[in-house]
């Protein structure tokens, strides 16, 4: 019914440094974990995100089981890549990718939003181990990262630096200054990758402030522009290796999404944007991802 709890080999393997590249198989079936924990540890909290975090999960595994050279054992280990989420409100998914990676133990999801728990509402260096910057205000995390690597470059280093972004974010001016900053400077190791699930908080993006022609807008930028099905894992990974193999320009990965992707009461509809569900309401999210609240939280638990 549900994926086999992380067995000795994999748990090792998630530690280990460096990038894992784990087949299409297995990434696959990991996202579908990914979307189980989410549900799972909304519906303990009763609070936070759901429809962004789920239409995150296929290119976040992507990402963080084959993309990205990270030691989670060691979280500042000096040679890995950089990565950040600047919609820091989409920390369901970033907390799973993170425990699932083995940044710290699943059971920490339990205590999600919790004062006992170091897993706050939005990303927060100070608490919770692998965080590199704290988030919330949308729109500075693309400048942050053009730090980065602009540092990485002073310093010689060969890191990769990956921004993920949100698609109404896009409204943000900060955003297109930071475009222009690493096209001018050929920030060449740095990726950034948009959510594009179509919706925001108030509802579609398009009749909030329209971002179309956005693959054109970016290019106009000087970017690299690479447009995927953002729950294609194989594209999503082609998209990867393209923009690894670019040089000269920054990459952006506009990964086309569901909001809610996995959830049908959920798939494509605004308003669960920045709600949880119910407990009711997850059990019936957790059986169609095959499981149940009671199977999904016990292995949370014990882990």
């Not at 000795?8 to 440094?17: D, G, I, K, T, Y």
């Not at 990991?30 to 609070?47: E, H, N, P, W, Y």
Request: charged share 20%; glycine share 10%.
């Amino acid at each position: 019914m549900s994926s086999a709890a992380p067995g000795a080999a994999e748990l090792e393997a998630a530690h280990r440094s460096g990038r894992l590249e784990w087949p299409v198989e297995r990434l696959t079936a990991k996202a579908l974990d990914i979307r189980r924990d989410i549900v799972t540890l909304l519906s303990k909290s009763q609070t936070g995100h759901s429809g962004g975090p789920l239409s995150c999960a296929d290119f976040g595994t992507a990402l963080f089981f084959h993309e990205l050279n990270i030691d989670p054992a060691n979280p500042r280990w000096p040679e890995r890549d950089y990565w950040h989420f600047s919609i820091g409100h989409v920390t369901p998914v970033i907390y799973s990718l993170m425990a699932e990676r083995g940044y710290f133990p699943l059971r920490d999801l339990m205590k999600f939003r919790t004062f006992e728990g170091h897993a706050q509402g939005h990303p927060s260096a100070h608490d919770t181990p692998g965080i590199e910057v704290s988030a919330g205000s949308l729109g500075q995390g693309l400048s942050v990262c053009n730090g980065v690597a602009m540092g990485a470059r002073i310093d010689h280093h060969p890191r990769r630096i990956y921004c993920v972004m949100g698609d109404g974010e896009q409204q943000e001016g900060q955003i297109w200054e930071a475009a222009m900053f690493a096209a001018h400077y050929r920030l060449d190791h740095l990726c950034g990758i948009i959510d594009y699930n179509h919706k925001q908080i108030d509802g579609d993006v398009e009749d909030i402030m329209g971002v179309k022609p956005l693959a054109d807008k970016w290019r106009s930028f000087n970017w690299n522009v690479i447009e995927c099905d953002g729950h294609d894992i194989p594209g999503i990974l082609r998209s990867f290796a393209a923009a690894r193999a670019h040089g000269g320009r920054p990459s952006v990965i506009i990964a086309d999404t569901v909001m809610g992707r996995g959830v049908s009461y959920m798939a494509d509809d605004y308003r669960w944007h920045g709600k949880p569900p119910k407990p009711d309401q997850a059990e019936t999210a957790l059986q169609e991802l095959g499981t149940s609240y009671a199977e999904w939280s016990a292995r949370l638990l014990a882990h």
